[in-house]
């Protein structure tokens, strides 16, 4: 059964100062650069059969400056498109919808979450199909966290138990013969 290594893109002004990013296409920071070249100590792309990344330039240099050079896009790892909550921060949108938690009320002209756990379900059967031993994600906080509670067959509103650092390394695979988490946010 295959392993799946998720994989979080390295810091950007945006992830640094928590404004939601989606599709605004940020470059890593310094200090992000530097997380993704941390690891390529701990991950060897020669142990990996299937390399997958989000289209984005931070998960994509992420890949590449973790040493992982031509890893296969899948625009299923994009980022939760967070619509009208783009570029704000989780205090900004609670300004204007008190209580706001995106596990519980998704975003304002935004992805459903239905419609964010239906591609992140499609990267997951296309992992376990692929046969591979082990597998590995570069892609964002809110979607790596969907992609895993898709993975453990939880709902998402777990998502929130589950946060994850820039630049961070888990792994999902299996508990005998039920879906697991091996390792988080190491």
């Not at 998704?106 to 239905?114: P, R």
């Not at 379900?121 to 570069?138: H, L, N, P």
């Not at 630049?167 to 013969?177: D, N, Q, T």
């Amino acid at each position: 059964m295959t392993e799946l290594y998720l994989v979080r893109h390295g810091e950007t002004e945006w992830s640094k100062s928590g404004r939601h990013t989606s599709v605004t296409d940020l470059d890593l920071t310094n200090r992000g650069v530097e997380q993704a070249h941390s690891l390529r100590s701990r991950l060897s792309p020669d142990e990996f059969g299937l390399v997958l990344s989000s289209p984005r330039l931070r998960a994509r240099r992420t890949a590449e400056l973790a040493g992982f050079a031509d890893p296969q896009i899948d625009d299923d790892l994009a980022e939760w498109f967070y619509g009208d909550f783009e570029g704000m921060t989780s205090n900004q949108i609670r300004e204007l919808h008190h209580g706001w938690r995106i596990w519980f009320n998704g975003c304002q002209g935004g992805e459903s979450q239905d419609q964010v756990r239906a591609r992140l379900t499609r990267v997951m059967t296309r992992v376990r199909e692929s046969g591979v031993d082990k597998a590995i994600c570069f892609a964002h906080g809110h979607a790596l966290r969907v992609l895993a509670l898709t993975w453990l067959d939880f709902p998402l509103v777990f998502g929130q138990s589950f946060p994850l650092e820039v630049a961070s390394v888990s792994i999902l695979g299996y508990e005998k013969e039920s879906a697991a988490v091996i390792r988080w946010n190491t």
